[in-house]
Each structure stands twice: as structure tokens, then as C-alpha cells.
């Protein structure tokens, strides 16, 4: 089946022939007609199944063929989307952009850590559909500044998350102020008892839609293994192991901010260009961050796991737990960042000794027994801050190395990672342009300069008219 099938009005068609795509995917192919049709949905399925396009395309083709009824401030909210989290509807946001480009429909974000006076404005210059996270969008209710009785079609993304992080007495309140007459698109990645009961108080007769990923669940397309590595070598190790590894883009998890910003430092010393994204960033730093790390501009993303939730990137090719998660489920969620739409990717983790029982509960949660292995490449531990450095503590041997250690494009040096690397002082700095950025070593397989093109879509223009 193609996109042509589903009847599409030519100005959708023509932004999906931008954006390349010409056959749906498995969730689109099945819930694009149901949901065309007005009729309530509960999809299950995960991220990367192209679930964001198989809710916005029908959501913008009903609105367009009902027609536009007011303009300008009159204009009123028609359909509302309730997300987890502000990346996740920054990214759902892209895709109205994206898929609506052509239709004269209006779209906005409404989600906090951001001041509240641009998506007020852009409230006030109207909108016909809102991106939303529980939380902020309850704000502005209480204040009266979002007015909901007009919603034509609801959707509810990642209800499973939305549950888990504690949202339900919210939306509980936003639904009591939306039209019961309604259409209702309901999907998650699972369907715990919580996130049944509430899909079975939302949904009238729903068509149900249950979508695999191609090639078996997620985890069986993760190469997953654990260095043990003691905790102050953690820094080089982890330089020397993206050298010996050629990747596209990788995540790297840290417990802490702190300890994000202290790899991105050292990533940097060793020129690999990293940036960190955790709670003391502001939004658009955030937003920054993310757009350089997909238009693959930024090859390393250092993240903790509260910043990360909703980062999803097709490429991210290699996810590393800096340290081990202390719940045993974060580290499904981080792994479950790679192995995107039906691609591979590996998830390693550096354990130090004293994180063996969080390694234990993690085997435990997963059923699975994760390979320990040693490295396959040279490593030069950090050296001590005194001259007296300890002896290397055991876990690991040196192994001869069966690949060359990809050094830094630009270093002449050989294997060694160590406690040199290169001149500090010259990280990139905000603000700063391309020619920049050449000076950071890529490691990307093939990709060349990417697919940048500046900075990204954020910024002005369009009609965009969230605050980013
Ligand atoms: P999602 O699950 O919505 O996050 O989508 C995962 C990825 O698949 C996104 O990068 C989409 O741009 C991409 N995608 C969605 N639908 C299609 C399609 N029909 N053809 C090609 N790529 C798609």
C-alpha cells in the first residue's frame, strides 16, 4: 500500500513526498484509514514505528476537510495532543510542521521550563492544534488562558510514560474540559492494567492496533555487554572505546549533571565533539543541543536520564552507561535508544566494582545474563593527579588491540588516550560558526558533512509560533 491509497489531500501528499516518505509503515498503514474515518483509535506501539506521522496525518486531514471555520484570534483549538514530555512535543511539533506545511492549519507547543509569556502569545494569535504536556498545559487552564471546549480530536502519546511520571490526576482534569463528542487517539508503547483502565474510560468501540518492529523486539537487536571498569578510569575508557568503535551518533548516560558536563570535557580534550544535556540547561540550550545532535553536528549527546526522556533520534547508533543506572528499568529505557525502526545498535555499560548489584538487578529485571567482556582495544587508564599513580586496578587487562585506535583525526598520536590528549582551551563555544566546528573529529562511517545545513528548523519564520 502507498500513501496515494489513503485518499490524502494533495497538500499533505506533497509534504510527504518532502520528506521521502512514499510507503507507510506497518502503524500507519493500519491506523491512518481508521482514524481518517473519525473513528477512536488505541495503538500500540513504540517509538520509531512512525506512530507520530500515523496520528498527525489523519488529525490533519480531518481538520482540513472540515474546514477552517474561524481565523486570526478567533481561531480555536480543534485538536489537542498530551505528551510526556517537552522534547517529545517539540519532536511531534516538527511533524505538524512537517506534514502540514501546505495546509493553513496553525500549530503550537505549549510545555514548561520555558517562560510562559511566548505560548500564551501564540495561544492568543490562535492555533488549531496544540502539542502539550499535562503540567504546563493545567497551568494555563487555571489561569484561562487555554480554552479546550472547542477540541475536536484528542491524542494522548506515550500514555504508559505519561502514567509512570505521575500525570494521571491532570489529565484526568484537562479531559473534564474537553468535548465528549470527540475522536480519541490513544497509543502506548505498553498496556499495563492503569493504562487499560484509563484507554477503556477514554475510547468509545476503538479499532485496535498492535505494531511489532520489524526483526524482533528491540532488545534482540542490541548488542548489549559491560566493561568493568573502575570509576576513575571511566573518562578515558570511554574516549579509547568510541575510537575503536566507528559510529554514527552516541548517547552517553551519566547519574549526574556534574558528571555529564565532566565527560563532555573530557570527550572534547580528546576532540570528539560532545555536548551535555541535563536539567541546569536552559530550554534552548537543550533545544540547541538537540538539533545539533540530530542533524548530526553533534556526534556525542551526554545525557542524564530525566533530560533524555523523550529523545528520539533514528541514528543514535551506540548507547553507553556511564554509570549504571540505579533503578534497574532506567536502563531499558536508555538502551531502548538506540535500535531505532528496525535498525541495530549496541548498548554497553562501564561497571565499576562497586556497582555490581546494580548490574545484578538489572540481569534480574531483564531475564538475560549480560556478557562481560574485556576490551578490544588499547587503553591507557587516567593518570593519577600525583606522580606516585597506584597500580592499574584489575578488572580489565590490556588486550593487543585488534583494531587501530581511531586517534583524533587531526592528532598525529598513536593509541594513547592518556591523561594529555590535546591542547584544553579549545572546545567549541557557543555561538561560534562552522569553520569552528571542522576542527571536531566526526567519526562518523561515512557520513561526511551531514545533512546540517545551519541551524537546524528552529528560530523564526513560518508558522511557527511556539517559543523555542
Ligand atoms: P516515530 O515513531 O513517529 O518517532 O517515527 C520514527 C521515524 O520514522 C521518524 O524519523 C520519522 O520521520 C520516520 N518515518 C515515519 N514514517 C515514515 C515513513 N512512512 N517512511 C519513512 N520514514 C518514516
Redesign the pocket.
Known amino acids: 500500500m502507498k500513501?496515494e491509497d489513503f485518499g490524502l489531500s494533495t497538500a499533505i501528499m506533497q509534504a510527504?513526498a518532502t520528506?521521502?516518505?512514499?510507503?507507510?509503515?506497518p502503524i500507519?498503514h493500519q491506523a491512518i484509514p481508521v482514524a481518517m474515518r473519525g473513528e477512536d483509535l488505541l495503538g500500540s506501539?513504540?517509538?520509531?514505528?512512525?506512530?507520530?506521522?500515523?496520528f498527525a496525518i489523519p488529525v490533519l486531514h480531518n481538520l482540513t476537510e472540515k474546514g477552517n471555520p474561524s481565523k486570526g484570534q478567533g481561531r480555536r483549538i480543534r485538536a489537542l495532543v498530551i505528551a510526556p514530555t517537552r522534547e517529545l512535543c517539540s519532536?511531534i511539533l516538527d511533524?505538524f510542521f512537517a506534514y502540514g506545511a501546505n495546509t493553513p492549519l496553525k500549530f503550537t507547543a505549549i510545555y514548561g521550563g520555558v517562560p510562559q509569556s511566548g505560548q500564551e502569545r501564540a495561544l492568543r494569535n490562535g492555533a488549531d492544534v496544540v502539542v502539550a504536556t499535562p503540567g504546563r498545559l493545567m497551568d494555563l487552564i487555571n489561569q484561562r488562558i487555554v480554552d479546550l471546549g472547542h477540541i475536536e480530536i484528542l491524542v494522548l502519546d506515550e500514555a504508559d510514560r505519561m502514567l509512570d511520571m505521575g500525570f494521571l490526576p491532570d489529565i484526568r482534569k484537562i479531559l473534564s474540559y474537553i468535548p465528549k463528542n470527540r475522536q480519541t487517539l490513544f497509543f502506548s508503547a505498553t498496556m499495563p492494567r492503569n493504562v487499560q483502565i484509563l484507554a477503556d474510560t477514554l475510547l468509545n468501540n476503538p479499532a485496535r492496533i498492535n505494531v511489532e518492529l520489524p526483526k524482533g523486539s528491540t532488545s534482540e537487536r542490541i548488542e548489549q555487554s559491560i566493561f568493568m571498569v573502575p570509576q576513575k578510569d571511566k573518562g578515558s575508557f570511554l574516549v579509547s572505546y568510541l575510537g575503536s568503535e566507528s559510529f554514527n551518533s552516541a548517547i552517553v548516560f551519566t547519574r549526574t549533571r556534574h558528571g555529564a558536563d565532566k565527560v563532555v570535557m573530557r570527550l572534547r580534550r580528546a576532540k570528539i565533539y560532545a555536548e551535555a544535556i541535563h536539567g541546569d540547561k536552559s530550554q534552548s540550550a537543550r533545544q540547541r543541543t538537540l538539533d545539533g545532535f540530530r542533524n548530526r553536528q553533534v556526534n556525542v549527546l551526554v545525557a542524564t536520564d530525566i533530560a533524555a526522556r523523550g529523545i528520539?533520534v533514528?541514528h543514535i547508533s551506540h548507547v553507553v552507561n556511564f554509570d549504571l543506572p540505579r533503578e534497574a528499568d532506567t536502563y531499558i529505557h536508555r538502551i531502548g535508544r538506540t535500535a531505532?525502526?528496525g535498525a541495530k545498535g549496541k548498548a554497553v555499560s562501564f561497571c565499576d566494582s562497586s556497582e555490581r548489584s546494580l548490574l545484578r538487578a538489572i540481569e534480574k529485571l531483564t531475564n538475560k545474563r549480560l556478557p562481560v567482556v574485556q576490551p578490544k582495544f588499547e587503553f591507557v587508564p587516567e593518570a593519577a593527579p600525583d606522580k606516585s599513580e597506584a597500580p592499574r586496578s584489575e578488572p580489565y587487562r590490556k588486550v593487543t588491540p585488534s583494531r587501530q585506535v581511531a586517534a583524533p583525526r587531526s592528532s598525529g598520536s598513536s593509541s594513547s588516550f592518556g591523561s594529555s590528549g590535546s591542547a584544553p582551551g579549545d572546545f567549541p563555544r557557543r555561538g561560534k560558526n562552522k569553520s569552528q566546528k571542522s576542527k571536531y573529529n566526526k567519526f562518523k562511517s561515512g557520513g561526511g558533512s551531514g545533512n546540517g545545513g545551519g541551524s537546524g528548523n528552529g528560530g523564526g519564520g513560518g508558522h511557527r509560533s511556539s517559543a523555542d
Open positions: 500513501f510527504l520528506k521521502g516518505y512514499s510507503v507507510p509503515t500507519q506501539a513504540e517509538t520509531g514505528s512512525g506512530k507520530t506521522a500515523a519532536q511533524s528520539d533514528d531505532r525502526a
